[in-house]
């Protein structure tokens, strides 16, 4: 009985699994953060002093998102799309039922087809198909193409990725990277890395005006790191 009373809890009530991280950055460049949050993402900032800030920042998985609904794929703007990446997104909506397949296609297709590379080169959605390799920002580009084809509202976000320091310990080092937000047609945000196929609390949103090439390096301190299950 407590194990029928458990899965009907679970089917009735999604468990989702949340990620909080307390981050403290020693840096200046407390104007280039902000505040934000989402359906599986917030990020809140605090100063405490001139060269004193500290981040709090959750994740949560998308056990709770409705991804089962119509597609709308809009012509206009497929048929104007340069004939390799016309072909490629009418192949990945190819007997679609719902976005949810559509989305699974592109998960897929990325995994199969796209790797990464750090190597300069051109990032927009039609080279990347054509190269079959990008940074995160081609990545994003792609994807972005792909929802913008389905009419699904979406935005390019600009952050860090939080990467282990080797022989550091508790030191993160921020790596320059971008990602997207996609917003359903209920209403519902949610934070997606096409590069890497997921999204975590190793990540650190900032503004979308700033420029990379003025932020200064720094490093990030991860003070507590902690994980719950919530219905």
């Not at 920042?57 to 709308?72: C, E, H, R, V």
Request: one cysteine or more; hydrophobic letters at 40%; charged letters at 20%.
């Amino acid at each position: 009985m407590k194990l029928l009373v458990l899965l009907f809890s679970v089917l009735v009530f999604p468990l989702r699994e949340v990620v909080d991280v307390q981050l403290y950055i020693p840096t200046q460049q407390h104007d280039i953060f902000l505040n934000y949050s989402n359906d599986n993402f917030s990020q809140a900032i605090s100063q405490n002093g001139p060269q004193k800030i500290t981040a709090h920042i959750k994740n949560a998985n998308y056990f709770t998102l409705d991804l089962d609904f119509k597609l709308s794929p809009q012509e206009t703007f497929i048929s104007g799309l340069p004939p390799a990446l016309r072909e490629n997104t009418l192949t990945l909506l190819d007997d679609c039922g719902s976005f949810k397949d559509y989305f699974t296609n592109i998960s897929l297709y990325l995994q199969g087809n796209i790797r990464y590379t750090g190597r300069p080169a051109k990032q927009d959605a039609a080279s990347v198909i054509t190269a079959k390799k990008a940074d995160c920002v081609g990545f994003a580009n792609l994807v972005k193409v792909y929802l913008d084809a389905v009419g699904i509202k979406n935005r390019l976000v600009k952050g860090f990725y939080l990467t282990d320091s080797p022989g550091a310990g508790e030191l993160l080092v921020p790596v320059p990277h971008r990602w997207i937000e996609i917003i359903l047609p209920n209403g519902a945000k949610f934070f997606f890395d096409p590069q890497r196929q997921r999204f975590s609390a190793e990540y650190i949103a900032i503004k979308d005006d700033v420029d990379f090439k003025g932020i200064k390096k720094f490093k990030v301190n991860l003070v507590k790191k902690s994980k719950k299950i919530v219905n």
